[in-house]
T-cell receptor, first 114, second 113 residues
Framework: EAGVVQSPRYKIIEKKQPVAFWCNPI?????LYWYLQNLGQGPELLIR????????DSQLPKDRFSAERLKGVDSTLKIQPAELGDSAVYLC????????????FGPGTRLTVL | KQEVTQIPAALSVPEGENLVLNCSFTDSAIYNLQWFRQDPGKGLTSLLLIQSSQREQTSGRLNASLDKSSGRSTLYIAASQPGDSATYLCAVHSGGSNYKLTFGKGTLLTVNP
């Protein structure tokens, strides 16, 4: 069974440029999560999707971050414009259901903003 | 607000030693607790999931316990190997309508040959 797929694995951009990350969850997993992990810290939730609906985006900085999951399968997270402080690892995870379900993580995208 | 603390922040042991990693959380109203492993530059690998009604879970050389009333969990690794070297993260799944994993900062484990 394929795991959570993310691309790209690494991205280096200049500040003020836009950037997008893509995630394809495990087949059959209705719940998709985007997390942000800063160096030396645990991941922090940015947004949670139930199928195509964003049911928890309270931690997403909406002035520059946006996300979509149009058909309830794969998802894209975008930053525009990127700032130096956005340098981090962006992790995608999925689970069958949100309630008490085991979450499975992708390899992450390491973003460096210069 | 749920807070998760992991002690120690780093641990270095000789190969073959048994070890314990600690995790504490402030709000005992949880659905479950999950232990992850993270290798440098990689994503998270789920090791064990303990439901709130369970006391422990075992997988191979790993054993995780949960004491919900005291807000504590431990991850026991038996007969450690150099391949166990990684960062171990504890995450608590909160209750209510906020289905959210709250992570600790992790314990960096180094097993020396």
């Amino acid at each position: 069974e394929a795991g959570v797929v993310q691309s790209p694995r690494y991205k280096i951009i200049e500040k003020k440029q836009p950037v997008a990350f893509w995630c394809n969850p495990i087949s059959g997993h209705n719940t998709l999560y985007w997390y942000l992990q800063n160096l030396g810290q645990g991941p922090e939730l940015l947004i949670r999707y139930e199928n195509e609906e964003a049911v928890d985006d309270s931690q997403l900085p909406k002035d520059r971050f946006s996300a979509e999951r149009l058909k309830g399968v794969d998802s894209t997270l975008k930053i525009q414009p990127a700032e130096l402080g956005d340098s981090a690892v962006y992790l995608c995870a999925s689970s069958i259901t949100p309630a008490a379900a085991e979450q499975f993580f992708g390899p992450g995208t390491r973003l460096t903003v210069l | 607000k749920q807070e998760v603390t992991q002690i120690p922040a780093a641990l270095s042991v000789p190969e073959g030693e048994n070890l314990v990693l600690n995790c504490s959380f402030t709000d005992s109203a949880i659905y479950n607790l999950q232990w992850f492993r993270q290798d440098p530059g990689k994503g998270l690998t789920s090791l064990l999931l303990i439901q709130s009604s369970q006391r422990e879970q075992t997988s191979g050389r790993l054993n995780a316990s949960l004491d919900k009333s005291s807000g504590r969990s431990t991850l026991y690794i038996a007969a450690s190997q150099p391949g166990d070297s990684a960062t171990y993260l504890c995450a608590v799944h909160s209750g209510g309508s906020n289905y959210k994993l709250t992570f600790g900062k992790g314990t960096l484990l180094t097993v020396n040959p």
